[in-house]
């Protein structure tokens, strides 16, 4: 039996844990369907260093290498490339990911032949076998990328209406119990029951071009009896960008988890306007511990500028409903949105205080290639068009839009003071006094609200 795999994945570090793992288990899964091996490295899960991945690549010898690059992980994708260019020269590398999506032409600064774009499961699998065979991969294949001498030619991405029809990822290849999560000290793991988004937020890498589909019931309860059944998993996050879009669909969803008697602890994230109390009820006996809401800003007149139009009495209503029904709240903010000032953030400081969440996360403005908040950026001269080339070239650090209406200094200390004046709070240690004897949730905890209040900020 020999260690060969024939195509070898590689999730780059990055600083918040991108979702990178579960798209690199979606293109696993299909090719498990073809018989072609393949292995995924988490170097951050997994404590890897680059020396080990190219040691994992001599042993293991792929003939095909796919590399994931997203905002976060673009410098170390990068790092990791010409690594593997230098020691490996022969070795066909392609890269799939958000940057080859939004940019295309990141293939012609990493001087690598392929990317693969959209729903890529079918089409990756398709270039694989090409590969393997020892010949050229259609130039027509939907979603491919080609570098061609410095010629780039960008097939159109395909998108999969059926996604009930995808095998299911290879999660077993995942070093399942090594992932974080701030909201549990358990065994955790992501999973998506959606694709694409019906809103429209103006910082969000979720193209809304890309029609939003969803699994059936019964394939939910596939992915979950693998993930909790098989793999161990004691919570589940499910990142679906808005998890109650559909009332009917999460009350079915919830009756088919409480049906199956698949018993584990899960979170989610959703709209502050397309939550109830029923809904609530329904999704705490389903086994619902959290529900994290983006509200953004404390300013309304901000928050509606990035499309996302619902009221500061909207968000109260729906904090306080899932406090008196004993699930958790997590808020999402970030500092930076476009024509913000001290005084809006301010107005978020207060904001976050005043609906008391369990958990709350400040974050900096990241100015995505190819969504509206870097496009005005670059237009009123407050991002540098090559910033992201920049970045993964590491001349500079991670970008950070800066609106010009507020100075980096006073936007970085306003920052800090949030994280401080929101832990440092009376309701935040009545919050956290239960779970004061629970070592491993409060040293983590404690450990990430030291990198964020003091530390690297934490990004979006």
């Known amino acids: 039996m020999t260690n060969k795999v024939d195509c070898l994945f590689i999730n780059p570090r990055?600083?918040?844990?991108?979702?990178?793992?579960?798209?690199?288990?979606?293109?696993?899964?299909?090719?498990?369907?073809?018989?072609?091996?393949?292995?995924?490295?988490?170097?951050?899960?997994?404590?890897?260093?680059?020396?080990?991945?190219?040691?994992?690549?001599?042993?293991?010898?792929?003939?095909?290498?796919?590399?994931?690059?997203?905002?976060?992980?673009?410098?170390?994708?990068?790092?990791?490339?010409?690594?593997?260019?230098?020691?490996?020269?022969?070795?066909?590398?392609?890269?799939?990911?958000?940057?080859?999506?939004?940019?295309?032409?990141?293939?012609?600064?990493?001087?690598?032949?392929?990317?693969?774009?959209?729903?890529?499961?079918?089409?990756?699998?398709?270039?694989?076998?090409?590969?393997?065979?020892?010949?050229?991969?259609?130039?027509?294949?939907?979603?491919?990328?080609?570098?061609?001498?410095?010629?780039?030619?960008?097939?159109?991405?395909?998108?999969i209406r059926d996604i009930d029809a995808l095998p299911l990822p290879a999660y077993d290849k995942l070093p399942i119990g090594n992932y974080y999560s701030a909201s549990t000290n358990k065994t955790y793991m992501k999973l998506f029951t959606t694709r694409g988004c019906p809103y429209d937020c103006n910082f969000c890498a979720s193209a809304p071009q890309m029609k939003y589909r969803w699994l059936s019931n019964d394939n939910v309860i596939k992915h979950l009896e693998v993930l909790v059944n098989k793999l161990g998993v004691q919570w589940v996050e499910f990142m679906d960008l808005t998890f109650t879009v559909s009332k009917k669909r999460t009350i079915e969803m919830c009756d088919a988890i409480i049906q199956s008697g698949i018993t584990f602890d899960w979170g989610c994230e959703t709209r502050a306007d397309k939550i109830d109390e029923e809904l609530v009820i329904k999704m705490k006996e389903a086994g619902c511990k959290k529900i994290t809401f983006g509200v953004e800003s404390g300013s309304e007149k901000i928050r509606n500028q990035t499309g996302k139009r619902i009221s500061n009495g909207t968000f109260k209503t729906a904090f306080d409903l899932c406090r008196r029904h004993g699930v958790k709240t997590m808020a999402n903010f970030i500092f930076g949105h476009p024509n913000e000032t001290a005084e809006d953030m301010l107005e978020t400081i207060n904001f976050a205080r005043e609906l008391k969440p369990f958990n709350v996360l400040f974050l900096r403005m990241v100015p995505l290639p190819d969504v509206e908040v870097y496009q005005q950026g670059v237009k009123n001269g407050e991002v540098e068009a090559d910033v992201w080339l920049k970045y993964m070239r590491g001349e500079i650090g991670h970008p950070i839009y800066y609106p010009s209406t507020i100075s980096k200094r006073e936007m970085d200390r306003l920052y800090n003071r949030a994280y401080l004046r929101f832990y440092m709070s009376a309701f935040a240690f009545k919050n956290y006094l239960p779970f004061i004897f629970d070592f491993g949730f409060m040293k983590k905890s404690l450990s990430i609200f030291l990198r964020m209040a003091f530390g690297k900020p934490v990004f979006k």
């Open 14 to 159: 990055d600083l918040i844990g991108a979702d990178a793992y579960i798209k690199l288990a979606n293109l696993a899964g299909v090719l498990n369907t073809k018989n072609i091996t393949s292995e995924i490295i988490e170097p951050a899960a997994s404590h890897v260093s680059h020396a080990q991945i190219m040691d994992t690549i001599r042993k293991k010898n792929p003939s095909i290498i796919c590399v994931a690059a997203f905002p976060s992980t673009l410098h170390d994708a990068y790092v990791t490339i010409n690594m593997i260019k230098d020691k490996f020269p022969d070795k066909t590398i392609i890269l799939e990911g958000y940057h080859i999506n939004a940019d295309p032409s990141i293939l012609l600064h990493l001087n690598i032949p392929y990317g693969i774009r959209g729903d890529a499961e079918y089409s990756f699998a398709a270039f694989c076998e090409s590969i393997l065979k020892g010949e050229k991969p259609s130039r027509d294949l939907p979603g491919l990328v080609l570098n061609e001498n410095g010629e780039l030619k960008v097939n159109e991405p395909e998108v």
